[in-house]
């Protein structure tokens, strides 16, 4: 299960290694806590709101992942209570054994707040006093893989090493068609990021990650969460991707 803060940021981080999941038997989730609704300098924000819904549910659809809606606005991703209830319940519907979310460090604090609450919601899993509304699952094994941040740096324009690389050459053409789905977002960034090309975007991020890697033309990379709370120390299902897997060494030494 893929969980992201805006439409598009599964497609940019995560959609590769979602699509893989899925051609390796996973049956795949696609969830965005954000409508996205400020990603427009023409529309207001219902209309927004609405263009990238369907945005997002072609891209899903694309990705062949279910998609689940987001649950409030962008700025409004906040470590809170209130949306933790509107995610646990969907977490504990889906019972994800996989969760590939964002950096915990990132330029943007819907980014660093959705990785927050994505881990939380999955922690109480298995805790049947907190959010007794909807039943608890059993404390399965479940992993939690964060993303690179954007310009894989973090806030303090450290550069991000990641510990596992994962090729994503093989199904770049799904990620740049799962991309182009949201149609509204390309004139946007061009004017307000300067982002001139918004594929371009995706697909030098992914081959810069590739070249980092020494080993794949394009890649998404991630670091596991410690296990506490989560799984069994080695529990690690991206392995089951094989050659697709790479783990970075100067990461596990240092
Ligand atoms: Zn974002």
């Given amino acids: 299960m893929a969980i992201a803060a805006h439409p ?4 940019f981080l995560m959609s590769g290694t979602l699509t893989l999941l899925k051609k390796a038997g996973y049956e795949t989730h696609y969830m965005n806590l954000s409508t996205g609704n400020c ?44 949306l933790l209830k509107k995610l646990v319940p969907v977490l504990r519907r889906v019972k994800p054994a996989v969760i590939l979310t964002h950096s915990p460090s990132d330029y943007m604090e819907d980014h ?52 596992i690389y994962i090729d994503t050459t093989s199904v770049q053409a799904i990620k740049r068609k799962a991309l182009q789905a949201h149609e509204s977002q390309q004139s946007w960034l061009e004017d307000s990021q300067k982002m001139n090309s918004y594929i371009r975007t995706m697909e030098s991020f992914s081959s810069e990650i590739g070249n980092m890697s020494h080993a794949f033309e394009h890649a998404e990379a991630w670091r596991r969460r410690l296990h506490y709370g989560f799984s069994e ?15 970075n060494a100067s990461y596990v030494e240092s």
């Fill in 39 to 82: 990603g427009s300098t023409t529309h207001n924000s219902q209309e927004t709101t609405q263009i990238r819904l369907k945005e997002a549910q072609l891209s899903a659809e694309i990705l062949g992942a279910i998609f689940h809606p987001p649950i409030c606005d962008d700025f409004e991703i906040f470590y809170e209570r209130e």
């Fill in 112 to 163: 660093m707040n959705t990785s927050r609450l994505a881990v939380t919601a999955a922690f109480v899993r298995g805790v049947p006093n907190d959010f007794p509304d909807f039943p608890a699952v059993s404390n399965y094994n479940c992993a939690i893989y964060h993303s690179l941040p954007h310009g894989l740096q973090d806030q303090f324009r450290q550069r991000v090493e990641p510990e």
């Fill in 8 to 11: 598009d940021d599964i497609e």
């Fill in 233 to 247: 120390p080695e529990f690690d299902p991206l392995k089951e991707l094989g050659k697709a897997y790479l783990l």
